[in-house]
């Protein structure tokens, strides 16, 4: 199953959300980068919530690498605002620390992953109880 994605600004958390399904690839994940920063409310530092819950994460180290180093040429246009990573286990999760680990010095973006959604919503709107 091809990789898809849904973008939309959530007002309630102020910030953009987007919710991917399918099989993760680095191709598709350079398409999909380049698809939130051209939405019209995207802007230098703006946060964003990525809901992988729904997407198969099972890549080897090859295809995280060429993830960050897209994020990494959009560093400039991402700016300096939150990633949160939602993703449904701790495979996804541990990809998620290696891609985390990968743009640190590359990237201004302060990036995190999380398997319960409610804490990367918490996190992005600085509220120290997800509750």
């Not at 007002?11 to 999909?32: C, D, K, N, Q, W």
Request: glycine letters at 8%.
């Amino acid at each position: 199953m091809a990789m898809s994605w849904e973008i939309v600004w959530d007002e309630g958390l102020g910030a953009v959300r987007v919710t991917i399904h399918g099989v993760f690839t680095s191709v598709e994940f350079a398409l999909m980068s380049e698809a939130v920063l051209s939405q019209p409310y995207w802007y230098p530092g703006a946060d964003v919530l990525f809901d992988y819950r729904d997407c198969v994460i099972e890549q080897g180290f090859s295809e995280i690498h060429s993830a960050a180093e897209s994020t990494a040429s959009a560093a400039d246009r991402i700016g300096g605002g939150k990633a949160a990573l939602v993703v449904a286990n701790m495979v996804g999760f541990g990809t998620a620390r290696q891609y985390q680990t990968l743009i640190e010095n590359s990237a201004k973006i302060s990036l995190r992953p999380f398997i319960e959604i409610a804490e990367a919503e918490a996190w992005l709107r600085d509220d120290p109880d997800p509750a």
